[in-house]
C-alpha cells in the first residue's frame, strides 16, 4: 500500500522536474550560484514565475485586446 507521503513526495517531484524543464527550455540553468536540481519547489516555482513576468511580451501592459472594426464598402 502506498503511503500518502509517498504520493505527495512523487508530486512534489515531479512538480520540481516540469519546471526545471521549462527554465532549461529557455536557456535557464542556474540561478545565482545555484544548479536548478538544487533549488527548493518553492525556489524555482519562485524563478519560473520571475522569468516569465520578465519575458511576457505583455508583462507591462497588461493583456492587450485586438478589437475588429466593421470597414464602409465603397
Known amino acids: 500500500m502506498i503511503e500518502l507521503g509517498e504520493i505527495l513526495r512523487k508530486a512534489v517531484e515531479n512538480k520540481r522536474k516540469n519546471l526545471i524543464d ?14 536548478l536540481f538544487e533549488l527548493s519547489l518553492t525556489q524555482l516555482e519562485d524563478e519560473y514565475k520571475r522569468f516569465q513576468s520578465l519575458n ?7 493583456s492587450i485586446q485586438v478589437i475588429k472594426q466593421k470597414r464602409n464598402k465603397r
Open 56 to 62: 511576457h511580451p505583455h508583462s507591462d501592459f497588461g
Open 22 to 35: 521549462k527554465l532549461i527550455a529557455f536557456n535557464v540553468y542556474k540561478k545565482d550560484d545555484q544548479h
